[in-house]
């Protein structure tokens, strides 16, 4: 059975980073693109970023460039986001989603990760 | 990178058809034919109904359907039933390898 787990909520202060996991079983995940969504309270879903199959090449929503960091490790078949410079509009749902090369859509998904900023 | 046009909302009788717009531009949804479209119900994880413009993936019911012309995509429900009341997304490929949502439609069943 093809699943993505996510870690838990996480509340942080604006200022702050936050890292969330992502692990993939029940197939051979470092086969596939990893994809972060989110999802703020009430709200639209937004890519934020990707990382390839190796793990040696991520691309961002433009939004997000230079606050995030997408990683990828494949021994533990795990993926990461993190976030910096956190602020109240960044509170939301995190999603990771799975594609497979060449298909351009996502599926999988992880069961979200709340990330609240708050003081 | 801007958001994808959709309608706010949508509302349709049961056993109608609708459809949902998704409007881009020349550089992502006129420019390759990876539009994807996702429901998503209160509380719940996206579920992709549509890829690749006109995909079902298996297990879909056949009363979605997708297309697009030019820069504009459209998923397309017949048969409308009270399941079908969700959100629904379009996303598409934008270039560079990254991707854009839609703002989202809200399906309402009357």
């Known amino acids: 059975q093809v699943q993505l787990v996510q870690s838990g909520a996480e509340v942080k202060k604006p200022g702050a980073s936050v890292k969330v996991s992502c692990k993939a079983s029940?197939?051979?995940?470092?086969?596939?693109?990893m994809h972060w969504v989110r999802q703020a309270p009430g709200q639209g879903l937004e890519w934020m970023g990707v990382i390839d199959p190796s793990g040696t090449a991520s691309h961002y929503a433009q939004k997000f460039q230079g606050r995030i960091t997408v990683t990828r490790d494949t021994s533990t078949s795990t993926v990461y986001v993190e976030l910096s410079s956190l602020r109240s509009e960044d509170t939301a749902m995190f999603y990771c989603a799975s594609e497979e090369p060449g298909t351009a859509w996502f599926d999988p998904w992880g069961q979200g990760t709340l990330v609240t900023v708050s003081s | 990178q801007s958001a994808l046009t959709q309608p706010a909302s949508v509302s349709g009788s049961p056993g109608q058809s609708i459809t949902i717009s998704c409007t881009g531009t020349s550089s992502d949804v006129g420019a390759y034919n990876y539009v994807s479209w996702y429901q998503q119900h209160p509380g719940k994880v996206p579920k992709v109904m549509i890829y690749a413009v006109s995909n079902r993936p298996s297990g879909v019911s056949d009363r979605f359907s997708g297309s697009k012309s030019g820069n504009t995509a459209s998923l397309t429900i017949s048969g409308l039933q009270a399941e079908d009341e969700a959100d629904y997304y379009c996303t598409s490929y934008a270039g560079g390898s990254t991707y854009v949502f839609g703002t989202g439609t809200k399906i309402t069943v009357i």
């Open positions: 029940g197939y051979t995940s470092s086969n596939y693109y």
